[in-house]
């Protein structure tokens, strides 16, 4: 893909005041005047409420689509990727409904103006995921090729349906001004039986024109049209069709539609004849209505490396000179042409986020379509373009969660993203830490869990809460800060004399283990309760071994010493003197030298 | 142990047991992997999703619950609230299920969750819960506590009394900070609330003082509260610990205190069984459920590693009470049934209608209460259904009431499944 070399746009933002200063910034200093803080977003259509469903439905496909096993036979694959892909376009189309839903119900005529161009970029976007879907997902072959494209012209020009209603509705259909036109869509869009449906109505209500109904009918009755499964070859339908076509010129050329311009012009449209087709620009209303059915009158088993010629003729010939091609224009062109990178680019250009063009790429790069050429930075087009997306995301408030799972299947750059971005996430809640650290312990990403749960264990520490703060010492494992911790309770005990939150140090368990500094805390607590329950020889034991055993900090020694004196007192205390115990007998040595 | 740290020849006998065996509980893992006897079964659902409705409602759903119904009600629940959280523009939302089957006037299917009306909310929605019919009780993120009233006849939601710091923290250096509610429990008309500040609060409807606070009830964070009997909660908290607190108690301890064997690891959901008062459920941070009998002993009578990942909700089915279920961030919602197959009790009990029908009753309420606390696996049949197909993110809530489940995930979706048990 080239840079494209042009001025990155200029973005006003509303309220700044060029004049004052305002949009600037200083290192340190007296600031100039009133500062206010504009809060400017990129990407303003995250936060479209209704598109949100977009992204998180389409989470769901995409995560199952790389989930899913690879099915070995291509057939079974192909109609697995069909069904993807089939999957996200009805998503979009669901969008498109909610979104005209609201347009409908704004009351606001900006937001209800906001609300009508989002539907048209949806609705563009799934012309194109149609049209990708029938060349490149499915590859559709010659034959195929023209029903599938058939159905999504038919699917995308909806005026047909208004104007067929109330057409059809009327007392006299036949009698309507808009009789002729219904009459003419349908065999533009290659709805035979329903183009005849109606003729027989003008049939019955003119029977004059009787005759030239009856071999219209049969000729449109006669059309072949490539069948769906096997049954027939190529070569066996454009002899067919050879034939067919051949009938229709002897019919026109024998002047049997003479009196009818209506039914003469059908049967022009219906030997292919380009100026009559053009001649109905308002009904098809696009260029690519005009190709299909250019290519359903005269070249029905096109292949699909010759769209390419029809389509940029049909497009010279229906825009004419007037009007150049539009975005949507060039998109469709390129991917007429088969040019799988420049729908891409196109699409990245015309479109603001980044939501269509990382889904579609994954999808393609899913039907091995994309060459795996990288770019220069190292990664392939579809991971970029993941990339982008996730990283997008990760600037919502809410939807960064849905950006883990984006992340998680780029193999190159995703953990870099993802560690880099999970730790900017702001945890506002314990809940909403939980939640972070588990997307970070399942990915082994200690260093990130060691920093959630040291901002977490530090904010609970600064609160005085310290069985939340041990809580996440432990969760981390981390062995300084439950030292710091036990320091803190040992500081509590000697400025006030007794533990606090002893609900919490009676309690620890095997969590004790995690810093000798924690240990010591527990076993001078058990110490005390030993002492209060009047068990006076265990308690003189577990005295001793707190001593030999060095974990106690330096700083209380003396605290240790003074709680001996009481114990030396007692009567079991001295019967340990007697027993050849070699270990309390040192110990009583030991108390002895330091008292005098 | 570690290097470094002495033997400890002549330890206490606590501190020995707790040192040495890592839990004198077997911990059983309901997995079909694990278990080759047949003990435990474990079914994928399979084609019973026409019955779930989905809706994409673009908030994260951090609580969902029923309207509970009026006492000689009939029909299944309809109603439901659902509180969002991580949106910078949270709301309290109620939606109505309407009979499932048939189209509704645009032609839409009926049985998608309606938006009755919503309000915003200032913060998270950490716990919610129907006071009444007509008022609902929401815990937020910055520490207050709200009653809404729910006008149905002009389907609007409006904020009857807020209870503004219910939970702060005493910041040493900075003026009082707010901290989370996290947990809310209503018993018409006293409220309880717990939350990161350790605090308890016992509220009354009318009221606009607490009723009684017990300042640092708790060293760490408490998560979960719930009713024990009139006067008594459960509270579980971020180290592992069951308390249990009585109001009529003048002093601010608790009366009992429960503990995990082995690992503090935090609990973070709490259920008590409707009718046997002294069987409740915990949920722990690593998916872990335990089922605890606070009768006797300080340890959990039963542990089942269960998710891959926290356990936010627990909940016993009101009614069937051998029914559990439990939702978790790994995605996954789990249903245990201990209900025994009723073709495997004796001939005579098949003869008759009425009377078998109330024989199998009174002998499944019995044999539940050993399903749940019975200590070996071979004796009791339960069977584990994952209700979801395909997991994706958390899912952070569920509610159950009569055939009716609800539960809202973390890719701000909410499903109904009105047919349970059909």
């Known amino acids: ?355 269509f063009v990382a889904h579609l790429t994954d999808l393609l790069d899913h039907c091995k379509l994309l060459q795996s050429h990288n770019l220069y930075f190292g990664s392939n087009m579809r991971e970029f373009l993941l990339l982008e997306y996730a990283s997008g995301l990760f600037s919502h408030h809410s939807l960064w969660q849905l950006g883990v799972d984006y992340f998680d299947h780029c193999p190159e750059y995703g953990r870099v993203y993802l560690e880099l971005h999970i730790e900017r996430i702001p945890l506002n809640t314990e809940q909403k830490a939980l939640k972070v650290l588990r997307i970070c312990e399942q990915r082994q990403m200690h260093e990130q869990v060691r920093s959630i749960c040291k901002i977490m264990a530090m904010k609970a520490l600064r609160n005085n809460r310290l069985g939340s703060a041990l809580s996440w010492s432990i969760r981390a494992k981390d062995a300084a800060f439950a030292t710091l911790i036990s320091d803190r309770f040992l500081k509590d005990y000697c400025e006030r004399g007794r533990f606090s939150d002893l609900d919490l140090i009676d309690n620890l368990g095997p969590s004790m283990l995690l810093s000798d500094r924690l240990t010591f805390l527990g076993k001078y607590r058990e110490f005390h309760r030993l002492y209060g329950e009047k068990r006076f020889s265990e308690a003189a034991r577990l005295l001793l071994m707190l001593m030999t055993a060095h974990i106690a900090p330096c700083s209380f020694w003396m605290t240790l010493l003074t709680d001996a004196l009481p114990l030396l007192e007692q009567k079991e205390v001295r019967m340990l003197n007697n027993h050849a115990d070699g270990l309390s007998t040192k110990g009583v040595q030991f108390l002895l030298v330091l008292l005098f | 142990m570690r290097a470094g740290t002495p033997d400890w020849p002549c330890l206490p006998a606590r501190t020995a047991a707790l040192a040495a065996a890592p839990s004198a509980v077997p911990r059983r893992s309901p997995s079909p992997r694990s278990q080759s006897g047949g003990a435990w079964q474990r079914r994928e659902p399979c084609g019973a999703m026409e019955e779930v409705c989905a809706r994409f409602v673009s908030q994260k759903i951090s609580k969902a619950r029923w309207r509970p119904l009026p006492v000689a009600a009939l029909q299944p629940p309809d109603v439901f609230a659902t509180g969002s959280w991580d949106n910078e523009d949270n709301r309290i939302s109620i939606w109505s299920v309407g009979d499932v089957g048939s189209a509704g006037l645009n032609g839409e299917y009926q049985g998608e969750p309606q938006l009755l009306c919503d309000i915003r909310h200032n913060g998270d929605v950490m716990d919610m819960q129907f006071l009444d019919q007509e008022r609902i009780v929401v815990a937020s993120s910055t520490g207050s506590v709200t009653v809404f009233r729910h006008h149905q006849n002009s389907q609007t939601l409006s904020a009857s009394h807020r209870w503004e710091n219910a939970h702060c923290h005493a910041d040493q250096y900075t003026a009082c900070g707010g901290a989370a509610c996290t947990g809310v429990i209503c018993n018409n008309p006293e409220i309880v609330t717990v939350g990161e500040d350790g605090r308890i609060n016992l509220f009354r409807a009318d009221q606009k003082d607490a009723v009684r606070t017990i300042d640092n009830a708790d060293s760490s964070t408490l998560h979960a509260v719930t009713f024990l009997r009139t006067t008594e909660v459960l509270t579980v908290n971020s180290i592992g610990q069951l308390k249990v607190w009585d109001f009529r108690q003048q002093r601010n301890e608790p009366a009992q205190i429960f503990s995990l064997t082995g690992e503090r690891v935090p609990l973070h959901c709490v259920d008590r069984h409707p009718n046997q008062q002294h069987i409740v459920a915990t949920g722990g941070q690593d998916g872990m459920l335990s089922i605890w009998d606070i009768r006797q002993g300080t340890m959990p ?65 019995q044999s539940v209460v050993s399903a749940w606390l019975s200590n070996d696996p071979t004796k009791d049949r339960m069977e584990i259904t994952n209700l979801i197909p395909n997991q994706t993110l958390s899912v952070n809530t569920l509610d159950v009431l009569g055939p009716c489940l609800v539960y809202g995930t973390d890719a701000e979706a909410i499903y109904v499944n009105r047919q349970l048990f059909a």
């Open chain 1, 1 to 355: 893909m080239e840079e494209l070399d042009t001025e990155p746009p200029v973005t006003v933002v509303p309220g700044a005041d060029p004049a004052r200063t305002q949009l600037c910034f200083e290192w340190g200093g007296e600031p100039r005047g009133p500062s206010c803080v504009f809060v400017v977003r990129r990407d303003q259509d995250i936060y479209m409420e209704t598109l949100r469903k977009l992204f998180n439905e389409s989470h769901g496909i995409f995560v199952g689509l790389q989930r899913c096993e690879e099915e070995r036979a291509v057939r079974a694959r192909n109609a697995q990727l069909i069904q993807v892909s089939k999957n996200y376009r009805s998503v979009i189309r669901a969008c498109m409904e909610d979104m005209h839903q609201a347009a409908i119900s704004a009351r606001d005529s900006a937001l209800h103006s906001q609300y009508s161009i989002q539907v048209s970029i949806l609705s563009a976007m799934e012309l194109i995921w149609n049209l990708c879907e029938i060349l490149f997902v499915e590859a559709a072959p010659a034959g195929p090729l023209l029903l599938r494209l058939l159905d999504w012209v038919q699917l995308h020009i909806c005026d047909v349906d208004n104007m067929v209603r109330e057409v059809l509705s009327s007392e006299n259909p036949s009698k309507h001004k808009l009789f002729w036109n219904v009459v003419d869509i349908f065999v533009l869009q290659g709805r035979m039986d329903e183009a005849r449906h109606l003729l027989s109505k003008e049939a019955i209500a003119n029977p004059t024109s009787m005759n030239m109904y009856k071999i219209l009918d049969d000729l449109m009755k006669k059309m072949p049209v490539p069948s769906v499964g096997n049954t027939q070859t190529l070569t066996e339908m454009e002899l067919k069709w050879q034939h067919w076509h051949e009938e229709c010129q002897r019919y026109l050329q024998d002047g049997t539609f003479a009196s009818s311009s209506h039914m003469e012009s059908i049967c022009k449209i219906l030997l292919g004849d380009e100026n009559a087709i053009l001649e109905k620009k308002e009904l098809m209303t696009t260029w690519y209505h005009f190709l299909v059915t250019r290519l359903l009158y005269s070249h029905p088993t096109v292949k699909p490396m010759e769209l390419r010629f029809y389509a940029q003729s049909s497009m010279d010939m229906f825009l004419g000179e007037e009007s150049s091609p539009e975005p949507l224009d060039t998109i469709l062109m390129a991917a007429f042409e088969f040019e799988l990178h420049q729908v891409i680019k196109e699409c990245s250009v015309a479109l603001s986020n980044w939501w």
């Open chain 2, 301 to 365: 009578v039963s542990l089942l590693n269960a998710h891959e990942a926290e356990m936010w909700e627990v909940h016993f089915h009101p009614s069937n009470p051998d029914h559990l279920f439990t939702c978790s961030e790994d995605g996954s919602l789990w249903h245990w049934d201990t209900s025994t197959d009723v073709s495997e009790k004796p001939s005579f009990l098949h003869q008759g209608g009425r009377s078998t029908a109330y024989f199998s009753h009174s002998t499944i309420n």
